[in-house]
T-cell receptor, first 118, second 112 residues
Framework: EPEVTQTPSHQVTQMGQEVILRCVPI?????FYWYRQILGQKVEFLVS????????KSEIFDDQFSVERPDGSNFTLKIRSTKLEDSAMYFC????????????????FGQGTRLTVV | QQQVKQSPQSLIVQKGGISIINCAYE??????FPWYQQFPGKGPALLIA?????SEKKEGRFTISFNKSAKQFSLHIMDSQPGDSATYFC???????????FGTGTRLQVFP
């Protein structure tokens, strides 16, 4: 069964350092997403990406964050200068079409990258 | 108005019992209501979803009940099994947005 894969599974970084979280979406999917889940809290939308550009972003997704699809298979989230409050589980997701709403296509989530900022 | 409120925070059920998790929303523009199941160390996985034009959807032991006038929806797990022990998230979205808005999650434990 096709799946979304994320690397690394756990990343520890020092405050102020840049991190890149990597994702390989399902191959025929066109929409890509990043969500995060701070420990014990709900899953929150960060950004969606389609046709090589950001489709939608949340208030959380400020100038410290960027996304990129550097080749035909990877989708990355970069945090430029990490803060303690960036510590969270980051989930990548992908869908064939827009993952929600009237099209109702399922968004498939990866297993997550746990980011710990110290 | 973008929130989805979920209760209870945790739930303990005996094997064979019925697990019920409730969610409420304010925004009447929401038109898609999925439930996600998350096991420890894994990402959320779609379990079942409903649209507001139906009041109930059943898939195996899992049923969503939807009350449009009350702006509430719930997940019922019949004949709950220890393998159902996981965190369950309700979510909502609108046709003109990419994002899912998640509830705060319910940790379900089913004891034999």
């Amino acid at each position: 069964e096709p799946e979304v894969t994320q690397t690394p599974s756990h990343q520890v970084t020092q405050m102020g350092q840049e991190v890149i979280l990597r994702c390989v979406p399902i191959s025929n999917h066109l929409y890509f997403y990043w969500y995060r889940q701070i420990l014990g809290q709900k899953v929150e939308f960060l950004v969606s990406f389609y046709n090589n550009e950001i489709s939608e972003k949340s208030e959380i997704f400020d100038d410290q964050f960027s996304v990129e699809r550097p080749d035909g298979s990877n989708f990355t989230l970069k945090i430029r200068s990490t803060k303690l409050e960036d510590s969270a589980m980051y989930f990548c997701a992908s869908s064939e079409a827009r993952g929600t709403g009237v099209m109702g296509t399922e968004a498939f989530f990866g297993q997550g990258t746990r980011l710990t900022v110290v | 108005q973008q929130q989805v409120k979920q209760s209870p925070q945790s739930l303990i059920v005996q094997k064979g019992g019925i697990s019920i998790i409730n969610c409420a929303y304010e925004n009447t523009a929401f038109d898609y209501f999925p439930w996600y199941q998350q096991f420890p160390g894994k990402g959320p996985a779609l379990l079942i979803a409903i649209r507001p034009d139906v009041s109930e959807k059943k898939e195996g032991r899992f049923t969503i009940s939807f009350n449009k006038s009350a702006k509430q929806f719930s997940l019922h797990i019949m004949d709950s099994q220890p393998g159902d022990s996981a965190t369950y998230f309700c979510a909502a979205s609108m046709w003109d947005t990419d994002k899912l808005i998640f509830g705060t999650g319910t940790r379900l434990q089913v004891f034999p």
